[in-house]
């Protein structure tokens, strides 16, 4: 089982960016696909971002397509979301999760790192 633990979220205005980071430690980090979720309140939790096991192949969300790039070091255990052109609407907590199939999750979660756009 790895464990997960993001950071990097904050506030930020409208048009800016931020870099998320999911450093994963337990057992082989990159065995699996990748995948960065977020929750809005009252909303339900929904597929951001996902990265292959090798990095090579990338998915992303209609909303944030063009404006979130995915990445992770291997080496390093970490996968990491570049936000830029942030919307208030992006304004969510942002969970990463270690087995991402299909922009579904299916392995462990981290806590989450707010992130809060204002207009």
């Known amino acids: 089982q790895v464990q997960l633990v993001e950071s990097g979220g904050g506030l930020v205005q409208a048009g800016g960016s931020l870099r998320l980071s999911c450093a994963g430690s337990?057992?082989?980090?990159?065995?699996?696909?990748m995948g960065w979720f977020r929750q809005a309140p009252g909303k339900e939790r929904e597929f951001v971002a996902a990265i292959s096991w090798s990095g090579g192949s990338t998915f992303y969300a209609d909303s944030v397509k063009g404006r979130f790039t995915i990445s992770r070091d291997n080496a390093e255990n970490t996968v990491y979301l570049q936000m830029n052109s942030l919307k208030p609407e992006d304004t969510a907590v942002y969970y990463c999760?270690?087995?991402?199939?299909?922009?579904?999750?299916?392995?462990?979660w981290g806590q989450g790192t707010q992130v809060t756009v204002s207009s």
């Open positions: 999760n270690a087995k991402v199939l299909g922009g579904q999750a299916f392995g462990s």
């Open positions: 337990g057992r082989t980090f990159s065995s699996y696909p």
